[in-house]
């Protein structure tokens, strides 16, 4: 298993390109700030970050003292291991687009080649090719270096192929991490474990027993300051076709052989390729598109996503989509997966839920007539927990059988800091285990999947149907999963 571990890592040069941005200050830099607080990091770990911005060394690091304290819990924060942990922080000005802008990076790495090096692209996917010929020209590319990329790849499978082709004009496919931060997240590697690790589930992990599978990845925020960038995107491109279907494919794929990162990806695209394409009518039947109109959540009322200023009045852009996929597979015939996502929903969450079958004869009266079977429900937020729901015979003098939840909150059997997704991604860049990130050919799997549902949609100009914020998306949802004789699961 890919567990962060007290090996320690090798002397390293981590480039933060981006580093001024949201997610370098929300995300990464935290990240990296409390592996050092677990003295993980080697004394001679540096980390050069960089961006368009004009400003030295010490403005950097006296920028970050104010904007990244603000996401540090106050009971996470040390001031003794922040201020040395700054110490390890440089700062270069570097237009990306200027050759001659790198000059600064060149001086900074000199006389460290045998060190691991990683180029972290936290910038706007427009600029990863400039960045890995900049990089390239200016003879910064050795042996050890990895270069790690942020979502979207591309808007399409011609489009992530196109970038593929100039990111493997200087690097290999082994320097290369894809990240998708879903797979950081503890759950869903304890959804391997919990598949894998135990004997309960796998006998029963299939589709004699399970009778559908849900995935939700819900927002309550809207698309807020990312309106320009949204609306060239959409909740397919931006949510189905990485996370959500990363979540589906861990939790469909066949057991590895191994931890091995190729054994894990090479059984995580054969699910990507056994999904049954969904094409022309099939796709406008299988789907649902949404887009928000205002509404209102308990602090107050909230705009539409047209009334965005950033957004054309007419803009079909969908911020919610549902779908309904099959695996076709000896394991999987049958079963249908429910995917749906959307912002401005009514509360954040995300889960994964698999109903098993009813049993098939009932000897026990039930309150509720089995009307839900045995569920197990993964949640990866607003908590990480795992809950089974089983029947069992209430306390008492009849023999009704009631609904229970086994419940398994991490937060209370480990009753310790939840680590942010990334951590464990940047060390294992640095650490050089490409397991939990995507390898091309995966990349190129998914897209060809999403890329037929999007040309559906724009064939037969199946435009969102409006829903109002703040509930669970429009109506047609509720009509897609209860053609199956089901419905979303609530509670
Ligand atoms: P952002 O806040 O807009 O930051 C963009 C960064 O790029 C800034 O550091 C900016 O530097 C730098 N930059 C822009 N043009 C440049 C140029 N010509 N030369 C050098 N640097 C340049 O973006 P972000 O939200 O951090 O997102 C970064 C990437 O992560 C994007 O690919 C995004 O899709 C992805 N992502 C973000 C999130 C998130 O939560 N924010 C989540 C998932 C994925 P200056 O500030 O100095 O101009």
Known sequence: MNLISNESLQPFDFILFGGTGDLSIRKLIPALYFRHCEKQLPDDGRIIASGRTAMDTAEFRAKLDVEVREHISEQDFEEEAWQAFLERIQYYAVDVNDVAAYQPLVDALKGR????????????????????????????????????????????????????????????????????????????????????????????????????????????????????????????????????????????????????????????????????????????????????????????????????ADIPDDSTTETFVALRAEIASWRWAGVPFFLRTGKRLESKTTEIVINFKKIPHSIFPTADGFSIPNQLIIRLQPEESIRMRIYVKAWGDDIELQPVHLNLDFNDVFQKRKMIAYERLLLDIIRGNPTLFMRRDEVAAAWAWIDPIQEAWEQYQYSPKSYTAGTWGPGAANALISKDGLRWHED
Do not use: C
């Not at 959804?191 to 995935?215: C, K, M, T, Y």
């Not at 494919?249 to 059984?267: C, G, K, N, T, W």
């Open 113 to 308: 080649e045998d060190h691991v090096r990683v180029f972290y692209l936290s910038v706007a996917p427009s600029l990863f090719t400039q960045i890995t010929n900049g990089v390239h020209e200016a003879g910064l590319i050795t042996a050890n270096s990895r270069v790690a990329l942020e979502k979207p790849l591309g808007r399409d499978e011609k489009s992530a192929e196109e970038i593929n082709d100039r990111l493997s004009d200087v690097f290999s496919e082994e320097q290369i991490y894809r990240i998708d931060h879903y797979l950081g997240k503890e759950t869903v590697q304890n959804l391997l474990a919990l598949r894998f690790g135990n004997a309960f589930f796998e006998p029963l992990w299939r589709a004699e027993h399970i009778s559908d599978v849900q995935i939700t990845i819900a927002e309550s925020l809207g698309v807020d300051s990312r309106g320009a960038f949204y609306d060239q995107t959409g909740a397919l491109r931006d949510m189905v076709q990485n996370h959500l279907l990363q979540l589906l494919v861990i939790l469909a794929m066949e057991p590895p052989v191994s931890m091995d990162p190729d054994a894990v990806r090479d059984e995580k695209i054969k699910v990507l390729r056994a999904l049954k394409p969904l094409t022309g009518i099939d796709a406008i039947e299988n789907s649902v598109r949404g887009q928000y109109k205002a509404g209102a959540y308990k602090d107050g009322p909230v705009p539409g996503y047209l009334d965005n």
